[in-house]
Nanobody, 118 residues
């Protein structure tokens, strides 16, 4: 069982910044793409950002220009730097890895809460 562990969530005021992290097994970074999802109360889980095995990144329109996905292969870490946070960014953020044959991520972390207050 692949274990992904998120950390770095918390509470911040609107306009502030927060960085969430995801620790994953080393081989994940050389064999799989990874992504960040979020789920707000009463809403479906949505893809926030992804990074392919080759480093190609994507972002949801709602976070473009504010969020940056990155990884540190030496530390086996995936990051999501979130700037200019808005109250609508409040959600549980999940790390995911390895797209399967159905183009869905096979492995998931437990999630970390991000709360943005006005």
């Amino acid at each position: 069982q692949v274990q992904l562990v998120e950390s770095g969530g918390g509470s911040v005021q609107a306009g502030g910044s927060l960085k969430v992290s995801c620790a994953a097994p080393k081989y994940i970074f050389t064999t799989c793409g990874m992504g960040w999802y979020r789920q707000a109360p009463g809403k479906e889980r949505e893809l926030v950002s992804s990074i392919s095995r080759n480093g190609f990144t994507t972002y949801a329109d709602s976070v473009k220009g504010r969020f940056t996905i990155s990884r540190d292969k030496a530390k086996n870490m995936l990051y999501l730097q979130m700037n200019s946070l808005k109250t609508e960014d409040t959600a549980v953020y999940y790390c995911a890895a390895c797209l399967n044959q159905y183009n869905r991520y096979a492995y998931w972390g437990q999630g970390t809460q991000v709360t943005v207050s006005s």
